[in-house]
């Protein structure tokens, strides 16, 4: 089965098993407050058909209008970003200026739309310049531009936003041929910045100790992540049936967006977490195959980023519902409940599948060359072999 069939079957899976979740995890909150217990998953159905309009658009998108879109995508999400932290544009929710309101619709969250266009324009420039990434120097203008991202989002704040956007860009400079001691010297400057913004902000600061202690702060920061790992307890092997948990109904905070992951282990326990950490593992085979078997180091570039930026946002995810790292504010890919995040990831399948289809062979080794250099090569290759055909011909005629 080819690698952008397996992709297609994998998030199918997960978008409808996330629209299940979805509507059982906000259902009973609905119903307890005398709400519509169908209003979120209606709007996520919206959101998964929105996004498949976006996926089919980007199956058709032709090489040369993907590598055009990069830049373009670079400045609105700039744009965007900036629009957001304008108080009357941006909108607020639990202190966190993100999103920017579209009526009827909900809100559009740029630092969604920031990973995508991170990954668009890095591959477009490593594809224009391919040496570029070899230089210490070269490497500027990509953490230039990563880093103002970064601070832009980090200021709504997002940490765990702009920590994903650090890991793409790695990511897709080992890809695009980087030396790793470079990078390693980027990650070792950047450690201790990091930790300073961690412990300078007095919320970052109690849900890192929080992560040490939780019983210590169980009323306060440690509150999300105990819930969300009592939920889990609670489920054991097979959960408690699908619809029949009780943290959802107000005990855990977010739990149709940031904690669903909770909700599926108490619900469908050990069995429902298994499954979804196999789909998401079949998602990065996919994505390794097709990016393998790509046909340039443009797609073959965006084809590792995006695969790197859905894996990683749930095995972050996933690690703070299960209290492995602390508590992040990410939602899990195309299962929580958001209309930016699963367009924007629908998107991304789309591409994925758009450079599995034009793939000429699925690459078997770890090492891709691109089609050009398979041409130049074969050419050289037969001209070569005419020449000494020719050449044994020649002295054969000789002979005769």
């Not at 670079?74 to 993100?98: E, H, Q």
């Not at 149709?256 to 499954?275: F, H, K, P, R």
């Not at 958001?338 to 793939?359: A, E, F, P």
Request: with cysteine; proline share 4%; glycine share 12%.
């Amino acid at each position: 089965m080819r690698p952008e069939n397996i992709l297609i079957v994998t998030v199918m899976a997960l978008v409808c098993f996330g629209i299940v979740m979805v509507y059982s995890t906000s259902s009973a909150t609905a119903l307890l407050t005398q709400g519509d217990p169908t209003e979120q998953v209606t709007r996520q159905i919206i959101y998964a058909l929105l996004g498949a309009g976006a996926y089919f658009a980007f199956t058709r998108m032709s090489p040369t209008g993907l590598r055009r879109l990069g830049p373009l995508l670079i400045v609105v999400t700039g744009v965007l970003l900036i629009a957001v932290l304008i108080p009357g544009i941006g909108t607020s929710v639990n202190g966190s200026r993100r999103w920017i309101a579209l009526g009827p619709l909900g809100n559009i969250q740029p630092s969604e739309l920031a990973k995508l266009a991170l990954v668009l324009w890095v591959a477009h420039m490593v594809a224009t310049r391919p040496a570029m990434v070899r230089e210490p120097r070269g490497l500027v203008p990509f953490f230039g531009v990563a880093a103002a991202l970064g601070f832009l989002v980090m200021i709504e704040p997002d940490m765990d936003g702009a920590v994903v956007l650090g890991v793409i860009l790695m990511a897709m400079l080992v890809v695009a041929g980087a030396h790793l001691r470079h990078i390693a010297a980027v990650m070792a400057a950047a450690a201790l910045p990091l930790f300073l913004l961690i412990v300078a902000e007095p919320y970052r600061r109690e849900r890192l100790m929080a992560f040490f202690d939780p019983s210590a702060a169980a009323g306060d920061s440690g509150y999300q992540g105990l819930q969300a790992q009592i939920a889990v307890g609670v489920g054991g092997i097979s959960g408690v049936g699908l619809g029949d948990g009780v943290q959802k109904a107000f005990y855990l905070p977010e739990a149709s967006t940031d904690m669903i992951l909770a909700t599926v282990g108490e619900e469908l326990g050990l069995i429902g977490v298994v499954a979804l950490l196999a789909g998401f593992a079949m998602f990065a085979f996919a994505g390794y195959r097709i990016a393998l078997g790509a046909q340039d180091l443009h797609q073959q570039v965006v084809a590792a980023g995006i695969t790197v930026m859905v894996v990683m946002q749930a095995v972050i995810n996933m690690g703070a519902v299960l209290g492995i790292i602390p508590v992040a504010g990410l939602t899990l890919p195309f299962v929580s409940f958001g209309g930016s995040s699963l367009i924007i990831l629908l998107s991304c399948t789309g591409i994925l599948v758009n450079i599995g289809r034009r793939s000429t062979a699925h690459a078997t080794s770890g090492r891709v060359v691109p089609v050009g250099d398979r041409r130049d090569r074969g050419g050289r290759d037969r001209g070569t072999r005419d020449a000494r055909a020719g050449g044994r011909r020649g002295a054969a005629g000789a002979r005769g």
